[in-house]
C-alpha cells in the first residue's frame, strides 16, 4: 500500500501530523465500508465494456498461468463483494504499524525540521510484526498461447501480444528500456512504421517493458480493424521475436536518447 501526498512546503508538518492521526484512528466507518464497496464493484462490473482491460485480463491469465499475479489485481465483482470490514481493519493492523512504515520525502526539508516532525507525529504509532510474503517465480510455458473474448459487436479488436520482460533489478534493465522505446515508443520507431505507416493496420501501436518482483510481461497493444486483425497480430508476434533476439539499430537507439533527453 502507498500513500503519495503533495503539499506546501510550510503546509508539511500539518500534513504529517494529520496522516499520522489518520493511520492511528482510522474511522472504519460501516458506512462508508458499504459505500465504497458498491462502488468498486459497480467499477468493476463496467470491465466488459472495456476492451482494453479485458484483453489485458486474458493475457495475464494465460502469462501467470496459476500464478497469484494471473488473478485480477483490482480484484472481481465476486472477491470484492466477499470482504468483510473486520478484515480491513485487520489488514491495516498488519500494514500501518511501527515496524513496517517506510517513509520518502523530497522538496524543501526545512533542515531535520520536518524529520523531527515524522518522529514526534509517528512515536506513539502502535507496533506490528512485518511479514513477508514470498511469491514463487512464474513457470515459464512453452509455445504459443492464444485468448480470444469474443466481442461481435466491436469492428476494432484490441489485441495484445507480450512475452517476458523484467524483474525489479535485472541488469541490464535500463538499456532494454530504451532499446523498447527505440522500437515502440516513438513514430519513428519499427512498430509505428510496420504497423502504421507501411500497412495501415491500425492508427497507433505501443509497447512496454515492465517490471516487478517476479518477472513482469513485456507486451505490444494495438487496435486494428477486425479484417486485418489476424494478420496484424502475427506480425507484432514476429517483430517482438525480432526484438528479443536481435534488438535495434544503432541508428535507431541514438534516435531514441535524443528523445528521451
Same mark, same amino acid.
Given at each position: =500500500? ?53 484483453? #489485458? ?18 480484484? #472481481? ?49 502502535? +507496533? ?28 476494432? !479488436?484490441? =489485441? ?29 520507431? +519499427? ?14 501501436? #505501443? ?6 518482483? !517476479?518477472?513482469?510481461?513485456? =507486451?505490444? =497493444? #494495438? ?39
Amino acid at each position: =500500500t502507498r500513500l503519495f501526498f503533495s503539499v506546501l512546503s510550510k503546509n508539511a508538518p500539518a500534513l504529517i501530523r494529520l496522516v499520522a492521526r489518520l493511520l492511528r484512528d482510522p474511522g472504519f466507518r460501516r458506512s462508508d465500508f458499504v459505500r465504497h464497496q458498491r462502488s468498486l464493484i459497480a467499477s468493476a462490473e463496467t470491465i466488459v465494456d472495456n476492451d482494453s482491460a479485458l484483453a #489485458t485480463r486474458a493475457f495475464y491469465r494465460l502469462y501467470y498461468s496459476n500464478h497469484p499475479l494471473g488473478r485480477p489485481r483490482g480484484g #472481481t465483482v465476486e472477491t470484492l463483494g466477499s470482504i468483510e470490514l473486520e478484515s480491513l481493519k485487520a489488514r491495516h493492523r498488519a500494514a500501518f504499524g511501527s515496524q513496517t512504515l517506510v517513509f520518502g520525502l523530497a522538496g524543501d526539508l526545512q533542515g531535520d525540521a520536518l524529520l523531527r516532525e515524522l518522529e514526534r507525529a509517528f512515536a506513539d504509532l502502535p +507496533k506490528n510484526e512485518a511479514v513477508t510474503y514470498l511469491l514463487g517465480e512464474r513457470r515459464s510455458g512453452s509455445g504459443d498461447h492464444i485468448a480470444i473474448v469474443n466481442r461481435p459487436d466491436r469492428k476494432k !479488436v484490441h =489485441t495484445l501480444v507480450g512475452s517476458r520482460g523484467l524483474r525489479i533489478g535485472d541488469d541490464p534493465g535500463l538499456e532494454i528500456q530504451i532499446a523498447n522505446h527505440a522500437f515502440g515508443g516513438m513514430f519513428s520507431s +519499427k512498430l509505428m512504421q510496420e504497423i502504421r505507416a507501411k500497412r495501415g493496420y491500425a492508427y497507433g501501436v #505501443t509497447s512496454v517493458v515492465a517490471q516487478d518482483i !517476479v518477472r513482469e510481461a513485456m =507486451t505490444i =497493444t #494495438t487496435s486494428p480493424g477486425e479484417d486485418v486483425a489476424a494478420a496484424c497480430a502475427a506480425l507484432l508476434g514476429k517483430l517482438q521475436a525480432q526484438f528479443a533476439e536481435r534488438g535495434v539499430s544503432g541508428r535507431a537507439l541514438s534516435a531514441a536518447k535524443k528523445s528521451l533527453l
